[in-house]
């Protein structure tokens, strides 16, 4: 497994709440990415991120899952935006616990991309699945110009 090469957490400035090293409050989600290129994610999800007591909150998890499927189509150089997701929460997600995010891009024709991904707990078991579609996005010209690199996204 390689270090997942998110080139914004480059930028000091990365506020995306899922992964920005910049937003204090955020969950700093950190990626690998697989050898069958999965994108992958251990994480411990504190209790400030609750729903019911000792359970991660149901808009927590679509954003872990979102976050998931977005670095899955990063993990294919291209900086996409969600256009649809669904979720289905199988069990409840605990929070301080270990679990493990994993997502992979199903397919992609032109600037749409599909992708899914899942959360699991420390023993395998599936906790939540979401599929979602993803459109690529245009760097912004102020930007290019600017730095010679696309507008970066979390």
């Known amino acids: 497994m390689l270090y997942f090469q998110n ?3 480059l930028y000091g400035s990365n506020r995306c709440f899922g ?7 955020g969950l700093h989600l950190e990626f690998l990415l697989a050898d069958n290129g999965t994108v992958v ?21 679509a954003t872990l899952l979102d976050e998931t499927m977005s670095k899955a189509v990063r993990s294919h150089k291209v900086v996409g935006m969600t256009r649809h997701m669904e979720v289905d929460y199988k069990r409840p997600v605990p929070s301080r616990a270990p679990i493990r995010l994993e997502g992979h891009v199903v397919r992609s024709e032109g600037r749409k ?3 899914e991904a899942k959360i699991l707990d420390a023993e395998g078991k599936p906790l939540a699945y979401a599929k979602g579609l993803f459109i690529e996005i245009r760097p912004r010209h102020e930007h290019v110009a600017l730095t010679g690199e696309p507008t970066p996204h979390g």
């Open 7 to 9: 080139d914004e957490r």
């Open 19 to 25: 992964c920005g090293v910049a937003n204090p409050i």
């Open 41 to 61: 994610c251990l994480a411990q999800i504190p209790d400030t991120f609750e729903g019911p007591q000792g359970y991660v909150h149901g808009g927590i998890i």
């Open 113 to 115: 991309h599909w992708a």
